[in-house]
């Protein structure tokens, strides 16, 4: 059973406008929450994180939004430019020491 | 960017065949993490080290084993490769502070198995 979703495959911003990445996740020990931006052919870059004990952090272009009564995240970029380009994975950490990945979304900037 | 290789970075090899793949780092981790990329299963972990000679199994440790005989190198083993390990394999490290564990990720080794 799939304990951290990201329910949309691909998502197509228009350049310099904000972009909004979903995540949602079920388990309720998760505590630690990292967001994971990955090119083709490369390796997963991490991006910005949060833990259980705020609702927001921010960090230049990216604030990551905490809702721990709706187990729900979500990635702000603002605002959304060319390189953002890319596939992001959700990923959440609690008890066992690795992570816990959903299965990415594809961030498309349109010019 | 962290100090994290992997080696080899492209390898096919045939089904029953015995296959090593290497993660060195120079950031002196306690941490290092296999996890494995397949398409519609983001990535999922491996096996885990959380120090010299002490490792764990991940979700999908089947068929797989890993050593660590000092802090920089993780290694992975498919003693006999299976069609359904091709994939790209990703190695991690992390210092594991509480409630700030981030991991870090090396550029991958894509496998095939034929």
């Known amino acids: 059973d799939q304990q951290v979703k990201q329910n949309s495959p691909s998502l197509s911003v228009q350049e310099g406008r904000i972009s909004i990445l979903n995540c949602d996740y079920t388990?309720?020990?998760?505590?630690?929450f990292l967001w994971y931006k990955k090119y083709p052919a490369e390796g997963p870059t991490f991006l910005i994180s949060?833990?259980?004990?705020?609702d927001k952090n921010e960090d230049g272009r990216f604030t990551v939004f905490l809702n721990k009564s709706a187990k729900h995240l979500s990635l702000h970029i603002v605002p959304s430019q060319p390189g953002d380009s890319a596939v992001y994975f959700c990923?959440?950490?609690?008890?066992?020491?690795?992570?816990?990945f959903g299965k990415g979304t594809h961030l498309i900037i349109q010019p | 960017d962290a100090g994290i290789t992997q080696s080899p970075r492209h390898k096919v090899t045939e089904t029953g065949t015995p296959v090593t793949l290497r993660c060195h780092q120079t950031?002196?981790?306690?941490?290092m993490y296999w996890y494995r990329q397949d398409p519609g299963h983001g990535l999922r972990l491996i096996h885990y080290?959380?120090?010299?000679?002490?490792?764990d199994k991940g979700e999908v440790s089947d068929g797989y084993s890993v050593s660590r005989s000092k802090t920089e190198d993780f290694l992975l083993t498919l003693e006999s490769a299976t069609s359904s390990q091709t994939s790209v394999y990703f190695c991690?490290?992390?210092?594991?502070?509480?409630?700030?564990?981030?991991?870090?990720f090396g550029p991958g080794t894509r496998l095939t198995v034929l």
């Open positions: 991690a490290i992390s210092q594991k502070r509480v409630l700030a564990d981030t991991q870090y």
């Open positions: 388990n309720s020990m998760f505590d630690y």
């Open positions: 949060i833990s259980s004990i705020k």
């Open positions: 990923a959440a950490k609690g008890g066992a020491d690795g992570l816990t």
């Open positions: 950031e002196n981790h306690r941490y």
């Open positions: 080290s959380y120090g010299v000679k002490d490792t």
